[in-house]
């Protein structure tokens, strides 16, 4: 499975888009999922395991994505993270632009700088790519996220 811890309790990673690799996301302790991928949603596959599903689906088109696609990733995010015992994944079809630009704005959220937040995604993930309009985004997100929390 193409997943790649970024902390001990997020990871980031590819597409799912079948049974056994659901298994060996549930085998590694994932108990929340963020799908970023317009491609495919994984709530049927996650239903039989418990795990619980945001389908936030984005296009990977390198445009400015709204701070309501980040809200909601953030908000099921923090929720999740509540537990103690959860393990979050974030993933779209690679694994190298929309997961990691959610993660970038979960980490945001949990009061890591821009520059801590895209080096440890980027020092645990050498695939990512961060394109300049996305780390906008997110920023544009976590200005007015700041205000309204």
Known sequence: MDMTW????IAVGGGIWNDERMIE???AGVTHIIDMQIEF???RLAEPYG????WNPTDDDFRPKPPELFQRGVEFALAALDDPESRL???????VHRAPMMALAVLRALG???????????FRRHVVDFADVYVDSVEEFIRT????S
């Open 6 to 9: 970024v902390t001990d309790r």
């Open 25 to 27: 996301v549930v085998r």
């Open 41 to 43: 949603d994984d709530t």
């Open 51 to 54: 795990v619980q599903v945001l």
């Open 89 to 95: 994944f974030i993933h779209c079809a690679a694994g």
């Open 112 to 122: 890591f700088s821009p520059e801590a937040a895209l080096q440890l995604i980027q």
């Open 145 to 148: 996220y700041s205000v309204s």
